[in-house]
Structure formats: structure tokens, C-alpha cells
């Protein structure tokens, strides 16, 4: 993440073999200290609306406007977020499928952003895609042998033992039969020929492969297989993954770390045990409370939800400062006005937000909230009696929710013994310290927070809550106005397409 | 039809005496849904019985042709409308309140449609008439059952449209469906499908192509609805995790056929059937974190022309080998209760599959 431990890597071992699954979350510990694979800075990519018999430019969807962050080698960056944040353009634009706006893409310490397309081809044999679509993005006319062979073709790669042999071994990897050489797309189910879309990506050997929604469009078990498959060849060829979905069991399944999107910005960072255990952003914290959890129990359990209302806003006039105040329930004045920047917190743990949860707030000055946070979200507290539930009570003028969370907020004073229990599984020593820092952390910050949110209270009730509906229905009427626009461009540039 | 008949005698436990009106608000038994087809005939529904009661919900979970939405469009009675009763082949029974379905005179149940039963499907986009603003579909839908002049209709799609969590309906209504988001139009089509009050409310993958936030509030507001209109809803999903959330009872389907049915706990804590297994380990879970691989179903959803002989999945099936001699390949097993309403349809013995539950797959889930 920091700097210096980026120059260390030098001498860091290439785990070109190694990885093992069991090992994942050693190795995400320990990836820190492995080489950047890809580097984005500022990253921007808008697409422009254009009106008028000119054509001139009149606005511009800003689909990625300004987002940093590294793959390092042999790790898997999960990428979630809503429809319509940006995350699969952030895909497109990182293979250079699509050239971005503004920002930089250094690969390997090679600056790609502007390479032009002959200078990016060699490069292509590096960065592969999978795409989620595994109807669209095969051939219908073609053999599978000739749609795995194409980027040898393409390439002018001559594999060991001859094309064939190769494309059939590569079948095989995939869990296909080599007599499906022959055959046509259409002769095969979803799965296979998402498996036949991974066999093409690895044909070439790539160092980092973009994965944009690899399993959506599957079946569950099928799902579960390319799952597998995706993981286990990543310990086989020490590939690196940028993976990109909007379902976060999955993304937590594959991850090592994890960007967390809204409207064109990564919100926050970190890795997996971190993001799931205790998030920061509001936003990733209303997420996660949303999924439905398989476990018919946990209904009762779980003390409260966050039930975001509306929709994302459109990125063509996203909101000013931070892009969530529109819908945050912790927004305040700074919110409006100023964008937070993306900070390390915790290590390992980056967050855009003036106030984070589960950590230290960084504008503990600011503490009147907007009119429109008290209505953001619809706190979902079940009648049903929980162990948490006097806690829950308690907190229910705080917003809390995601129960991993709020199972630590219940347990503030138990927060160091628990984060040791929580470490005893680990088999690292040193882990276990950092954890229970963590937890003690968490457990203070918590504490400030119920604080703030009391003072905020008081304040809040003098706010006059009618006058500002009215203004917020306003808003979302142009907003509403602005989507539609959204809509019409991005059909046009699909019929552009 | 007359192949139906002989395969009429697999049928599930509960049905005892098929003639007589059940006391339960929908009633479905042995239901069969075949489509001849140039390849053969498609057997996608293939002999299902269940029952749904007022105020509850009842999840069919499966994969992509298990024979979910065909069954749920055999009671909403479209599979008929759209084929003009020449192509496809419907046997058994779907009593909704008191009433035969399967049989009854199509005018019969298009009077049914929209006032009794409604149904939400999983892509509002395409379900919606581009053509029309959002307040006219729903206008319509009204004055099908309502004998009510434009005016009150128009009152009362807005007042459905505000219902749903529409911002300001009244001018809503008049949008188009395209110009609403993903999320906005599934309220709609809610809004449409609530329109008449229906009793039963079928809704088919109605947050598969949404986001999980909103995905959320849809859910809600159906759980909301139903607390306030006490209808039955059967919900079509392949996303346990929604299961869990809503469901009181569910209904496993494979190969068009239930394997596996119970009340929701029951499912979740000591599923019967190695499908369920199946369907269990392959969920990547967002409440635990877990480097170990998942435990995925091997190989393919079978095909609905030739399904498997015997159990049909038994090819997947880790078990099949575990029952004495070829029952699996040869005998087609039938639900029998396991538990308090608990059915499952395997050829494992209670003993064994408890065993393999308790030892082998829950420690792994």
C-alpha cells in the first residue's frame, strides 16, 4: 500500500506457483509487500453527450472520475458496487478496451495509458478479459478450437506441440473434453462456455486478468464451479485477478482485497476480513446489510438493517462533495460541501469519508446533520426479541446495522477479548495483535461515535423537517429529470457501438 | 395425453382423494406441464403437488430449467393464451379457492387473472408496454375488473403508485417505463399486479436483475404488502439467500419435479435431499468468511426431454451408489415425510442422510 513497502518488493518472491487456497489469507497479509502488478492514478473516463445540429459537447456521463488504487501480483482485487457506478468502464478502461479521459495505467511500471493500438498489442498477451456474458462473447460461426486459438493467431504465438495440441490442453484445463474442438458455441451450456471464455483469456499465459461479472449470468452450482475453477487456476499459474461483480458473497468468496464503488469513485478499500468485518464507508456498510443472508435464523437476529432509499444519482450531475450525502443517514455540512479524500485509516484499510464508521471521525467538528440524512434510510428493527435487542434499542437513534457490526458495537466492552477469539484461528501470531489492537480501536471509536450522533440528535430536532422535504423532493424530481437523460445517452452510445 | 395418464400414478404424498375441493386457498396437484417439440416432448413439469395458504409465502427454488416460471404460469393459466392450447399439454389440478383451474373455461380464468392472481415478472422492462405510460397499464389493469369510469381508475393507480414508494405519483404516472429506473419499475409492475387486491401473488425472479440494495426494498415492500393484504405469494428464486429472508415454506424443484419441500427452518437446518446439499455448498456466503473451495453440484441440469431414468439426479448425485442395487438408476422415488411437513423425494435411508448431513456437509457449509 505505502510507499515504501512497494520499493521492497524488489526483492519480494514472485509467487509464481504458490498461492495455495488454504493459504489466501496468509497470503493476504502478506501481500503488501508484493510487486504492483497495475497502477491506477486518477483514472477518469466520461462520456460525452453531445446535442445539436454541432454535435457539441452539452455534458458528460462521468462514469469514472477519478479513482486510485494497485493490483499487486498474484493477489484478486474484488470490485463491487450498484449498477451504474463504474465498474465495469473501470474494467474496460484498465484492459484499454477503452481510452481513458484523463489519469493514469501503469503496468508493470510501464505507463499503457496513451500506448497506441500497435504499441498495446504485444502487451494484450499480458491483460486478458473474461466477459460476463458467455452468449455474446463467443462466436456463434466459429469452432471452439478456432475462438481459443484466435489470440495465438492473433499473436503470432507458435505454442509447444502445435496450436491444436495446445487449444485441447488448454480445454482441458478448463474442465472441458479436447474432442469439443470441433464444436459450436451454441452445442454448449452457459457454464462451459464461460469456461470456454476462460480458456481463451488464459491461452496466452496473462499476467492479470479482468474478470467483468464472471459468474452472473450462471446457475448457482454452475456458479460454484467457475468459482472453483477461476481459484484454482490461480494457484496453478499465479495469475492475478481483478475481479468485477455486484454480488458480494462472491466477491467475498474470491477477494483479497476489495474496492468498494459509488458514482465513479471508489469509496473504500481494504482487505477482505477488514471490508466484511467491520466497514467503514456508510455505503459499503448499507450494502452489506442488504444482502440477503442464507440463514432463515439470522431474520430474527439481525437487530437492524439499512434500507437505502432510491437510487444511485445520476453520474451525470453527480451530487457535490461526497457523492453519498444525497443518501447518507450520517451526512453533515462538510459532506455537501467537501469530497472526502481516500485515507488509509487502518492499515490496509482506505476510506473516503468525513465520518467513517468503526473509526475516528474526521470531522468530529462538524456534527449537525443534514435534514435529508434522517430520511435517507429506513432503519428495519424486526419485533422480534433478539440478544442484542436492549443494545439495539439503545442504539436505535444511532444508525447501525450489518451485523457483523453491530455485533461488535453490542459487544464494546468485550471488543479485545473477542477480536483474540476471533484470532485464535489465525495461525499467525503477530496477527492476533493486530487484531486485538484493532478491536480495542473499534470498541473507542465506537464509543465516540454514540457520542457525537447523541449531540447530533439534540440538534437535529430543532431542524424544521417539513420545509426541507419539500426541498428534497425538488431534488429528487431533477434528478429523476437528469436519469432519464442518463438513459437516452447511454442507448445512444450503445446504437453508436 | 394419453402418456400422461400412464405416468399418472407418480404423484406426491399429499394428494389422497384428487376429486374433492381442498380446504387450503391454492391447491396444486400433480401437476404436469408437457410441450411436444420437434426434439421430443419437454417434461417440464412433471407430476408437482403443493398447497400455499393465505398470508404465507412459499419459495420455489431451482435452477434454470427446473420447471419454476412454467409452473408458475400454469396457475396464472398463460400457457394455454400463448400456445392456443395446441402445443402444450396440462394435466393434473390448480385449485384457488375452491375453484379448478386446469380445466376451467379460459374466459373463466381470465376473469381470475388480475383480480384473484397476479404475477410480477422478473424483467419489468419487457413485461411493461413501452407504448403506454406506467398510470395507463395500471388503469387498465383496474377497469378489466372494475366497472369504474377513467377518472377513478386513474385515482386509484396513484394512490397503488404512492403505495409502492413512488415518489410523486401523480406525475409518475404519466412516465413511461423506460424513462424509470430498474428499481422504480419493479414498484410499478408491483403497483399494477396489487391493483385489484389479487389473493394470490405470483412473483418470478421479481429482484433477480436488481441490485441488492434495492433488491432490499423490493423485498420489503412485498413483505410489507402481503402483511396488508394478506395474500398468499409464491415467490420463484434461485437465490437462497432471499429464501431465507421471505420464505415460510419451500419447494425445491429438479427436473420438473419437487425433491425437496418443508417449512423454511427445516430446509436451512437438516435439508434432506442431496440436491439441497448441493444447492447449500455452492453459495459463496457473505456472513462468514471461508478460504475453503465451495462444494459445487457436478455436471450438467439435466435435459427435460430425456430425464435421467430412475432419479433424475442421480447423475449428479455424490449418493447415487449409497441404495442397495439400481434403485437410483431404475425406480423413481416419491416424497415421503422426513420431518414435521417435511417431504423429500431420495432413495437414501433416513439413517444415511442424516448421517451425511451431520458429518460430511454441514461442517463444510
Redesign the interface.
Known sequence: MSETKKTDAADAVVPQQAVA??D??DSAKGSGDREVLLRVQGLKKHFPIRKGVLQRQVAAVKAVDGIDFEVRKGETLGVVG??GCGKSTMGRVITRLQDPTGGTIEFEGQDITSLSVGKMRPLRRDIQMIFQDPYGSLNPRHTIGSIVSAPFRLQGVAPEGGVKKEVQRLLELVGLSPEHYNRYPHEF?G??RQRIGIARALALKPKLVVADEPVSAL???????V??LM?DLQSELGLTYVIIA?????V???SDRIAVMYLGKIVELAD??SL??APMHPYTK??????????????GAKSE?I?????VPSPIAPPSGCRFHTRCWKATEICKTTEPPLLELKPGQQVACHHPENAADQAPQDTVLLSAAREAVEL?IPAQSSPQESEASKEASEPEAA??VVAKAAAEEEAPAEAEAEAEGADDAAEAETEAEEGDASAETEAHEAEASADAEAAEVDASVEAETEAA?VD??VE?EA??DA?EADRQESTDK | MTELSKTGAAVGEPVSAPSDAPSTFLEVRDLKVHFPTDDGLVKSVDGLSFSVEKGKTLSIVG??GSGKSVTSLAIMGLHRLGARGKNVQMSGEIWLDGQELVNADPDEVRKLRGREMAMIFQDPLSAMHPYYTIGSQIVEAYRVHHKVDKKTARKRAIEMLDRVGI??PA??ADSYP??F????RQRAMIAMALVNNPELLIADEPTTAL???????I??LIRDLQKEFGSAVILIT????????I?DEVLVMYGGRCVERGA??EI??KPQHPYTW??????????R??????????G??PSLINVPSGCAFHPRCPYADLPKGDVTRTVRPELQLVGSGHYTACHLSQEDRTRIWTEEIAPKL
Open positions: 487456497p488454504e489466501r489469507a450498484e449498477s451450456s457454464g462451459q446457475d448457482v452450482s454452475i456458479q460454484a464451479q468459482v472453483n481459484d455486484h454480488d458480494l458473497s462472491v467475498r468468496h474470491v477482505r476480513t466484511y468485518e448499507a450494502l452489506m446489510s442488504a444482502v440477503p443472508v442464507p440463514d432463515p435464523k439470522r431474520r438493517r434500507l437505502l432509499k432510491g437510487d428495519v451485523e457483523p423532493e429528487a424530481s429523476a436519469k432519464s438513459a | 435452477e434454470s415518489p410523486e406525475k409518475r423506460h424513462e429506473s430498474g428499481g422504480m441490485d441488492v440494495t434495492v433488491q432490499a426494498q423485498l420489503d434461485h437465490d437462497l439467500g432471499v429464501v431465507a429472508e420464505a423454511v427452518d436451512f437446518e448441493g444447492l447449500l455448498g455452492s453459495m459463496p456466503r457473505i456472513d468468511e471461508t478460504s475453503d473451495r465451495l462444494i459445487p453440484v457436478k450438467q441440469p
